[in-house]
């Protein structure tokens, strides 16, 4: 069992920062992979920010300058610091990790709770 449990979010203005984390923890597992999605009312859950499978950061478009992914390999942990936040990037923010397990042969998704970001004009 892997557990990924998600802190930070909260409600600001325009132009502020947010900064999100994300920890997995459980026995038995390796981190393949971690990255951020979110999902606006209405909209499709969408990626904003990954690690490539060589290890470099991804983002979305609309995101791109303004939102920065960090990883610490050690602790099992991402970070999403978010900047110069706008109202278009009001969502419910999930963490995702790909996790091979000892005993699997294919990795297996596991997702964060969600927490809600919400930013106001």
């Known amino acids: 069992q892997v557990q990924l449990v998600q802190s930070g979010g909260g409600s600001v203005q325009a132009g502020e920062s947010l900064r999100l984390s994300c920890a997995a923890s459980?026995?038995?597992?390796?981190?393949?992979?971690m990255g951020w999605y979110r999902q606006a009312p209405g909209k499709q859950r969408e990626l904003v920010a990954g690690f490539t499978r060589g290890g470099s950061a991804n983002y979305a478009d609309s995101v791109k300058s303004r939102f920065t992914i960090s990883r610490d390999n050690a602790k099992n942990t991402v970070s999403l610091q978010m900047n110069s936040l706008k109202p278009e990037d009001t969502a419910v923010y999930y963490c995702?990790?790909?996790?091979?397990?000892?005993?699997?042969?294919?990795?297996?998704?596991?997702w964060g709770q969600g927490t809600q970001v919400t930013v106001s004009s």
């Open positions: 995702k990790a790909v996790v091979q397990q000892r005993d699997s042969r294919w990795p297996t998704d596991y």
């Open positions: 459980g026995n038995g597992f390796s981190i393949y992979t």
